[in-house]
C-alpha cells in the first residue's frame, strides 16, 4: 500500500525533481536493465507505467539492486512488474545518457506466466515502430535503432 502511495506521488514531481529526488537516493551511477520483446509480427513489447504522469509508455526492465546481475534484475523486473517469465537471448547493445544513466539492452522471449496489472506497470501492449503510444521522444529514436538493429537482422 506505501508503494503505491510513493508511485502516485512520485507522478506528480515535475521531471527536474524527479531527477534530483533519484539522485539523492540511487548511487552515483543509475545502471538498468530492458527487455527487448518482439512478437511474430515482429511489434515491439511496451508496458504502460503507473507512476509517469507524461509518457507512461516505455520499454520493459529496471535498475540493478546491489549484488545483483543484470540478467537477475531483467528476470526479476518482468516477474514483478508484469508476471511474465522470459529467457534471455542476448546482450543487444549498452546505451548511457545524461551522465549518470546507464542502460543495458537485452534480446528476449517470453517463455511463460500471464500478464497481471501490478503497482508499476498496468497495461502492456505490441506496437509497431510507426505506430509506437505516448513514449517520449528519446524512446521513439532508440526504438528505432532497435528494429534497425534487431528486426531488419532477423528478416
Known sequence: MAKILLLKIWRLFPAWMQAAASRLIRPLFQVFAVAIIFDTQNRILLVKTTYNRFHPWG?????????????????????????????IDRLLFVKTWAPDRVGLYYLCNITGGAFQPSDEVSELGYFHHEDLPDVRAEDVELIKRIYEEVVY???
Open 59 to 87: 520499454l520493459p526492465g529496471g535498475s540493478l539492486e546491489y549484488g545483483e546481475t543484470a540478467e537477475e534484475t531483467l528476470l526479476r523486473e518482468m516477474w514483478e512488474e508484469t508476471s511474465l517469465q522470459i529467457e
Open 153 to 155: 537482422e532477423l528478416a
